[in-house]
């Protein structure tokens, strides 16, 4: 069973920023794609991005260009840097950890991230 250290959200005003990071408690992180989804009030769960072990993103439509996924190996976490956040980015964004080739997920507990004035 993978636990995560999930830490970065909060209450941020339209046009702010927030840095969210994950750390999965795994000496195979090298292994691992990473990934946040997200819920918000209108849609149950959505995909906000994912990074492979490699390094290969894929953003959502509404990520791209404001939203950047990164990770380091050195120090087990992903980190995901989102700018000009929106009223519509409130919600709960849950990381997720995934073996290579290995179809079983681990999810963190979420972030609340609630983008208000």
């Known amino acids: 069973q993978v636990q995560f250290v999930e830490s970065g959200g909060g209450l941020v005003q339209p046009g702010g920023s927030l840095r969210l990071s994950c750390a999965p408690s795994?000496?195979?992180?090298?292994?691992?794609?990473m990934g946040w989804y997200r819920r918000t009030p209108l849609k149950s769960r959505e995909l906000v991005v994912t990074i492979t072990n490699g390094g290969s993103t894929n953003y959502a439509d509404f990520a791209r260009g404001r939203f950047t996924i990164s990770r380091n190996n050195n120090n087990n976490t992903v980190y995901l840097q989102m700018n000009n956040l929106q009223p519509d980015d409130t919600g709960v964004y849950l990381c997720y950890a995934q073996k290579v080739d290995v179809a079983e997920r681990y999810w963190g507990q979420g972030t609340q991230v609630t983008v208000s004035s």
């Open positions: 795994t000496s195979a992180f090298s292994f691992y794609k």
